[in-house]
T-cell receptor, first 109, second 114 residues
């Protein structure tokens, strides 16, 4: 079993829909990252959070430390949101990022 | 956040050759990392590049195959040596100020070995 599990692996939705991507982890963490990877390969750091909730534009990330679970939400989704979203846990002991397998999101117009 | 320039953005190489990938940051950073992303897979840490000393390699990665340099706080290189088709991947560098700060990633180098 991977230390960081994401669901779903693939998600297709229509423009305007509310999107939720889930991330569960089994390691002790210092923080959790949400990353966005576009088809060219480049990665953008969306959020780093260790508690509660963060919001940036249409993106919202939440984390529940007790349940070892985080979610990334996208409101009013748009085709330009189509990308792979990766959850990465900063391992508390080793201080290294442990990556989920990614969720491939496709938003159709 | 730091601006990272990674070169080349892509390359197609012959089996048995070596390629050096450069990572340049527009500001001094403490931590620099090199990752590999094999097709359809998530990222795997190759090594942490240490300024002025040998890189710290993860299990499964060795210096002879992936020599790394970090001459200063803004620049690092990763060489993929004696390449084989199994080395076809995206290679990414990332930087952060400390372990508790977000990592910022370069655009990656998409490497294909024939």
């Amino acid at each position: 079993k991977n230390e960081v599990e994401q669901s779903p692996q693939n998600l297709t939705a229509q423009e305007g829909e509310f999107i939720t991507i889930n991330c569960s982890y089994s390691v002790g963490i210092s923080a959790l990252h949400w990353l966005q990877q576009h088809p060219g390969g480049g990665i953008v750091s969306l959020f780093m959070l260790s508690s509660g909730k963060k919001k940036h534009g249409r993106l919202i990330a939440t984390i529940n430390i007790q349940e070892k679970h985080s979610s990334l939400h996208i409101t009013a989704s748009h085709p330009r949101d189509s990308a792979v979203y990766i959850c990465a846990a900063l391992n508390q002991g080793a201080q290294k990022l442990v990556f989920g397998q990614g969720t491939r999101l496709t938003i159709n117009p | 956040s730091a601006v990272i320039s990674q070169k080349p953005s892509r390359d197609i190489c012959q089996r048995g050759t070596s390629l050096t990938i450069q990572c340049q940051v527009d500001s001094q950073v403490t931590m620099m990392f090199w990752y590999r992303q094999q097709p359809g897979q998530s990222l795997t840490l190759i090594a942490t590049a240490n300024q002025g000393s040998e890189a710290t390699y993860e299990s499964g990665f060795v210096i002879d195959k992936f020599p790394i340099s970090r001459p200063n706080l803004t620049f690092s290189t990763l060489t993929v040596s004696n390449m084989s088709p199994e080395d076809s991947s995206i290679y990414l560098c990332s930087v952060s100020g400390t372990h508790n700060q977000p990592q910022h990633f370069g655009d990656g180098t998409r490497l294909s070995i024939l």
